[in-house]
């Protein structure tokens, strides 16, 4: 079973920057897209950014300009840059990652807190 690990969460203030990593476990062939969720405490899991094995991307709104998605395929990893911080930001962010070969495959990481203090 792949696992993916996530790493870059934690504590900033407000304004501040963090970049997120997510590598899989074992090598991946046929990966379509690779994304990023979160989940505030009390609401749903949404959908942040995610990115296509063509390297479309596709933002929330509220991240627009300020973070950025990207993957390096050698690494079957994907990142996320975020910039200027708000504290509405804050939540558990998860990698996801969904693509083909010899059937479909959707897997998850486990979560990486991001907390942004005003």
């Known amino acids: 079973q792949v696992q993916l690990v996530e790493s870059g969460g934690g504590l900033v203030q407000a304004g501040g920057s963090l970049r997120l990593s997510c590598a899989a476990s074992?090598?991946?062939?046929?990966?379509?897209?690779m994304a990023w969720y979160r989940q505030a405490p009390g609401k749903q899991r949404d959908l942040v950014a995610d990115?296509?094995?063509?390297?479309?991307?596709n933002y929330e709104d509220s991240v627009k300009g300020r973070f950025t998605i990207s993957r390096d395929n050698a690494k079957n990893t994907v990142y996320l840059q975020m910039n200027n911080l708000i504290p509405e930001d804050t939540a558990v962010y998860y990698c996801?990652?969904?693509?083909?070969?010899?059937?479909?495959?959707?897997?998850w990481g486990q979560g990486t807190q991001v907390t942004v203090s005003s």
């Open positions: 990115i296509t094995s063509v390297a479309s991307t």
């Open positions: 996801n990652v969904k693509g083909s070969m010899y059937g479909y495959y959707d897997y």
């Open positions: 074992a090598r991946l062939f046929g990966i379509d897209t």
